[in-house]
C-alpha cells in the first residue's frame, strides 16, 4: 500500500499551493529544507577564516554585518525642489513585521531639519481654555505608551498598477513607502484635555518645523481617540528623517497627516484647507469630482518574496512570503494564488495579528519550473476586501494617485526571474 502524503503537503491551490497549516504547527519540517545544505565530517572539522582569529573590538553603537551593507533605501528627490523627495524601503530584503529604523521609508517636502531639541517648542492654541507650550523635558514627562502600527505614504503603490503598461522595478520601489514599527509617546488626548476643548471645535491643524512648515487638518475625533505625539521608535529617539525630537502620529491614517518634526497645534471648528491637503493629497475621479479627506489606507498586500529583485533558484519548494496591512483595523485573512486568480487558497498569519499593524502571511509552495504568475489578497476585520486592478481602476480611474490598494500580481518565468505584471 503506497505511503500516505502528509496532510501538510497536500495541495490547497491550483499550480503547487500547498496547506497553510505547514506554517501553524511546525509543519514546515515536512519540507524537509534541512537536507539542501548537507555537510561531511571533514567539512565540519576545517575551521573557516572568522574562527582563526578574534573579531572585532566593541563599539558605542551597534552597525550591521558588512555582507548586508547592500540592503539599501532607494532615494529620489524631486526635480527642481530644495529637499523635497522621499526614499522607499526594500520590502523585498526584510523579514516579520518591524521594519529596521534606518530602512523606514522617508517623504519630505523640503529637506531634513536638523533640529536642537533643546530649543524645540510645542504649542498648543486655538480653541481651548488655556494655551500649552512645551519643551521636550516637559513633554517627556507625560505618561507614554507604546503601540506597534504601520505608516503608509498615501501615494504608496501607484505605480504598480495605474500606468499602461506594468512597471519594472522591485517590490520595495514599487510598494516601499510603507513601513511598521513600535511607537512611543504621549497620547495627544492627555494634552488637549488638559487645554481644554472648546465644544465649538471639530478639528485640529498640526504643523511642522520643517521649511516647508507642512501642515494638515485632523478631525478632533481621530485626534482624542489614538493620536501619538512620537517621541521614540523601536525603542529609540526618533531619527531626523522620522520626525525628530516629536511627531505626530495617526494609526491607520495616510502617512502625510502624521505630521513629522511637530511644532503647533491649532483647535479649530473646520479643517484649514491648507495647500497640503487640496492641491495634494486628494483623489481626482474620473467625472472631474476630487475626494478630499479619504484619510484612512485600505486594506492591502503584497508578496515580498518571491518578488522582482528576487530570483527563483529552479523547480521545487519555496515560500511565498508577504505584508498585509489596513488601516480599519486587524487582518482577518490573506488568500494566495499561484494560477492567476484561477485558484485561492488561505495563507497561514505570523503572530501577533495587531490592530493597524503589518501582519506577515506565509504560504508553501511547490513551484514546478513553468511560467506562473503568483497573488494575493487580503481581508481585514471590517469585512473589507482588497480589490482586483481592473475593479479599481473602474471605480476612481487612472488619474488618482493616492490610495492604491489592487492585487499585485508577480510573473514568474521559466527562468525564475520576476516581474511586475497585469493581470
Given at each position: ?81 530644495d529637499g523635497a523627495g522621499g526614499s522607499w524601503t526594500p520590502l523585498e530584503a526584510l523579514e516579520g513585521m518591524i521594519t529596521p529604523n534606518p530602512l523606514h521609508f522617508e517623504r519630505h517636502h523640503s529637506g531634513i531639519p536638523n533640529i536642537d531639541p533643546g530649543r524645540h517648542r510645542l504649542l498648543i492654541h486655538g480653541l481651548v481654555k488655556r494655551d500649552l507650550f ?87 475625533a481621530k485626534a482624542m481617540d489614538d493620536a501619538l505625539l512620537a517621541i521614540y521608535q523601536n525603542g529609540e529617539r526618533l531619527r531626523p528623517d522620522n520626525g525628530y525630537p516629536v511627531r505626530l502620529f495617526l494609526p ?172
Amino acid at each position: 500500500m503506497p505511503e500516505r502524503m502528509p496532510k501538510e503537503l497536500e495541495p490547497a491551490g491550483g499550480n503547487g499551493l500547498l496547506h497553510r497549516r505547514l506554517f501553524l504547527k511546525g509543519g514546515a519540517a515536512a519540507l524537509g529544507a534541512g537536507s539542501l545544505g548537507l555537510m561531511t565530517a571533514a567539512q565540519a572539522k576545517e575551521r573557516p577564516p572568522w574562527m582563526r582569529a578574534p573579531g572585532r573590538a566593541l563599539s558605542g553603537y551597534g552597525s550591521r554585518s558588512p555582507y548586508e551593507d547592500h540592503v539599501q533605501r532607494r532615494p529620489l528627490s524631486a526635480k527642481g525642489t530644495d529637499g523635497a523627495g522621499g526614499s522607499w524601503t526594500p520590502l523585498e530584503a526584510l523579514e516579520g513585521m518591524i521594519t529596521p529604523n534606518p530602512l523606514h521609508f522617508e517623504r519630505h517636502h523640503s529637506g531634513i531639519p536638523n533640529i536642537d531639541p533643546g530649543r524645540h517648542r510645542l504649542l498648543i492654541h486655538g480653541l481651548v481654555k488655556r494655551d500649552l507650550f512645551f519643551d521636550m523635558d516637559a513633554l517627556s514627562r507625560y505618561p507614554m505608551v507604546s503601540r506597534t502600527q504601520f505608516i503608509e505614504c498615501s501615494g504608496n503603490s501607484y505605480l504598480a498598477g495605474l500606468p499602461e503598461q506594468p512597471v519594472n522595478a522591485t517590490c520595495g520601489e514599487l510598494h516601499g513607502l510603507v513601513a511598521c514599527s513600535e511607537w512611543t509617546g504621549v497620547p495627544l488626548s492627555i494634552l488637549l484635555d488638559e487645554a481644554g476643548v472648546d465644544p465649538a471645535a471639530q478639528w485640529i491643524l498640526a504643523e511642522g518645523a520643517d521649511a516647508a512648515a507642512m501642515s494638515r487638518s485632523v478631525p478632533l475625533a481621530k485626534a482624542m481617540d489614538d493620536a501619538l505625539l512620537a517621541i521614540y521608535q523601536n525603542g529609540e529617539r526618533l531619527r531626523p528623517d522620522n520626525g525628530y525630537p516629536v511627531r505626530l502620529f495617526l494609526p491607520g491614517y495616510e502617512g502625510n497627516m502624521s505630521v513629522k518634526w511637530l511644532r503647533r497645534i491649532k483647535v479649530t471648528a473646520a479643517p484649514a484647507m491648507t495647500r497640503d491637503e487640496t492641491a495634494k493629497y486628494s483623489d481626482l475621479m474620473p467625472d472631474g469630482r476630487t475626494l478630499l479627506f479619504t484619510f484612512p489606507m485600505d486594506v492591502k498586500s503584497v508578496i515580498t518574496s518571491p518578488a522582482p529583485g528576487l530570483e527563483l533558484a529552479g523547480p521545487g519548494l519555496y515560500q511565498i512570503s508577504g505584508m498585509a496591512w489596513s488601516g480599519l483595523g486587524r487582518i482577518a485573512k490573506v488568500e494566495v494564488s499561484a494560477d492567476r486568480g484561477a485558484t485561492w487558497a488561505e495563507a497561514a498569519l505570523s503572530e501577533p495579528v495587531l490592530d493597524k499593524a503589518v501582519t506577515r502571511f506565509r504560504m508553501a509552495w511547490r513551484w514546478n519550473g513553468s511560467p506562473s504568475v503568483i497573488m494575493s489578497r487580503a481581508m481585514d476585520e471590517t469585512g473589507a476586501t482588497q480589490p482586483t486592478r481592473d475593479a479599481l481602476i473602474a471605480a476612481k480611474g487612472r488619474k488618482f494617485a493616492y490610495h492604491y490598494n489592487a492585487i499585485q500580481a508577480w510573473g514568474i518565468d521559466g527562468a525564475g526571474h520576476v516581474a511586475n505584471v497585469y493581470a
